[in-house]
Every structure is written in C-alpha cells, then in structure tokens.
C-alpha cells in the first residue's frame, strides 16, 4: 500500500524550464562556455545527463562549482515560476486522500519554499535538497527515512532518465511523467514503473497500487 508520494521540483511539479535556460546563459558568459542556442538544447532532452554535459563541453570537475552557482542565479528568478497545470489540484487531492507528500530535488530548500508559498502549496511534510547531479538515491533514502517509511511504502515522481536510476539504485518504484524536461523515448529507455502523460494520471496510478 503506497502511504507517500516524494516528488522530484524542477519539471515535475514546477515549470522550470525558461529559468534553466536564463542560467544557462548567465553562465556561459561568465565561465567562457561555448554557448549553444536554445533549440540545441532542446534537442539534448533526448540524451543522457552525462552525455548533455559532454556536448555542451563542460567539464564533469566544474559541475560542483557550477551547481552551486547556478542555484543562486535560479532563485533571482523562482517567482516568476508557476505550478504545471493540473498540479495544484492533485497536490491537494493527493493530501485530502490522506498521502504524505515530499520533495526530493537538486534545487534548494529557499527556492522550493519560496515557490510553494507563492501558490499555497505548503503541503508537504518533507523536503530534502541536495546539490549532487548523480546521488539522487542518497536523499531519496534520506527522506523515507524521514517519513519512517519503507521504499515500498512510497513512489518517486520525477521527470528525468537519472531519477529512474536513482530510484533503481534504492529501490523505489517511480512514475515517470512526459511533461518535465526529458523526452518521452529517454524515458522509456530507463524502463519507469508507470508513466504519467498527465498530473491527474498520478492519482489514478497510485490508486490502482
């Protein structure tokens, strides 16, 4: 029986992406990144994390430094954020259903608090951040512990290839939703539980579990 739901922030449950794009070109003009356009970046979404990071030629030993930085810039633009629709109503059908709800996320706890306020989402029991690119299933681990849940007691919500694999490493079951930033086909090929085309398809998946 699923007692929680932890959900990824960034193109799960906030619509991101412009923001993603604003840093990104921030900070090509102050470390001297070659830059790509928009539309190339685009087309990443069909790549694996590691291999974007290869062709936009930033090297795997700046990411920290990088991440750290890129954090500060998102947050001077978080409240021009808002929820992807259908969000906000299963958020609050999900809590009236009596599920205990958490965010795992590379963002930080001030962004994700700030952007929850905005739009009276404070529904959430647990947040973990954490600023690592590749141990998702660290903080995925640290948040049912958290809850004092088992990993089949939950299901992880999150809209990238790498969260499968975080959730794989765990274990946790996961859904997979079409609307963040990774394309369907990168999805598929990280083999999800479930795939949820929209945020109302999570009620139902998590119902039927």
Not at 85 to 104: C, F, H, M, Q, W
Not at 166 to 185: E, F, M, Q
Request: proline share 4%.
């Amino acid at each position: 029986m699923v007692k929680a739901l932890l959900f990824d922030f960034d193109g799960t449950l906030a619509d991101t992406g412009f923001i993603l794009f604003k840093v990104y070109d921030r900070l090509t003009m102050r470390h001297n990144i070659e830059k790509m356009t928009h539309e190339e970046l685009h087309e990443m979404r069909s790549l694996p994390i590691r291999e974007r990071f290869k062709k936009a030629g930033v090297p795997f030993f700046k990411l920290p430094s990088l991440a750290a930085e890129a954090v500060h810039i998102f947050g001077e633009f978080i409240g021009s954020a808002e929820p992807f629709p259908g969000i906000e109503d299963l958020i609050r059908s999900l809590k009236d259903r009596g599920y205990t709800l958490a965010i795992v996320s590379s963002n930080t706890h001030r962004n994700i608090n700030s952007f929850l306020a905005a739009h009276n989402l404070e529904y959430f029991d647990v947040i973990q951040c954490s600023s690592s690119l590749f141990g998702k299933h660290k903080i995925i681990k640290r948040a049912l512990k958290d809850l004092g849940l088992k990993s089949e007691q939950a299901v992880y919500i999150g809209d990238e290839e790498r969260d499968i694999t975080a959730c794989k490493k765990v274990p946790i079951r996961i859904i997979s939703v079409t609307w963040g930033y990774d394309y369907l086909s990168l999805l598929q090929e990280g083999e999800p539980d479930h795939i949820a085309e929209k945020p109302g398809d999570i009620l139902t998946i998590v119902e039927k579990m």
